[in-house]
């Protein structure tokens, strides 16, 4: 079954404890990206990748990190979590040129 | 202003009904449309695509792009409790590495 994957699901964390959400596509896309959503605010993107090895920031960049070693996995770091970071996270990935954007499931993370 | 601006909702209409969901652009470079479905806890899906100005129908679906105005919208007709979900337009520019711009999304609840 094609999918987007991520773990965890649920993640409850304290203030400056590294953590990272792992996403995972079997679809073989060339892109992926990572998002938030907020109530009130939508979703925004935080990082996305064109291809292994090419990163590049999305509108709300700061305190996340990503990487792309291999073609089906884009993890996303949080170095030192912070409350304001409380939030829905969504995978997505997609071929070039279209604008079917396969979503995973969402990890809703709380910073304490 | 937001490059995309959504009617906040939340929506509740009776089984049967035609809703009619809508956003505003503010970019007149932005040439495509998309409309995602998100159900509770789960991540958005592609419901309906567009180019440029125009209708588009798949069932009861319809999408609409008014690029004049700069209005989209989607049109759900003989409207059903499983059509109950938060509904998010989004749009992009032309090129293969332009990124979707979403609206905040707006909670439909179709009543039996």
């Known amino acids: 079954e094609a999918q987007v994957t991520q773990n965890p699901r649920y993640l409850i964390t304290v203030t400056g404890k590294k953590l990272t959400v792992t996403c995972s596509q079997n679809?073989?896309?060339?892109?992926m990206s990572w998002y938030r959503q907020d109530p009130g605010l939508g979703l925004r993107q935080i990082y996305y990748?064109?291809?292994?090895?090419?990163?590049d920031k999305g509108d709300v960049p700061e305190g996340y990190k990503v990487s792309r070693k291999e073609k089906r996995n884009f993890p996303l770091i949080l170095e030192s979590p912070s409350p304001n970071q409380t939030s829905l996270y969504f995978c997505?990935?997609?071929?070039?040129?279209?604008?079917?954007?396969?979503f995973g499931p969402g990890t809703r993370l709380t910073v304490l | 202003q937001k490059e995309v601006e959504q009617d906040p909702g939340p929506l509740s209409v009776p089984e049967g009904a035609i809703v009619s969901l809508n956003c505003t652009y503010s970019?007149?470079?932005?040439?495509?449309f998309m409309w995602y479905r998100q159900y509770s806890r789960k991540g958005p899906e592609l419901l309906m695509y567009?180019?440029?100005?125009g209708n588009k129908e798949d069932g009861r679906f319809t999408a609409q792009v008014d690029k004049s105005s700069k209005y989209i919208s989607l049109f759900i007709r003989d409207s059903q409790p499983s059509d109950s979900a938060t509904y998010l337009c989004?749009?992009?520019?032309?090129?293969?590495?332009?990124?979707?711009?979403f609206g905040k999304g707006i909670t439909l609840s179709v009543r039996p």
């Open positions: 989004a749009t992009r520019y032309t090129g293969a590495n332009s990124k979707l711009t």
């Open positions: 679809m073989n896309h060339e892109y």
């Open positions: 990748s064109m291809n292994v090895e090419v990163t």
């Open positions: 997505a990935s997609h071929r070039p040129n279209t604008d079917t954007q396969y």
């Open positions: 970019n007149s470079a932005f040439q495509y």
């Open positions: 567009t180019y440029s100005s």
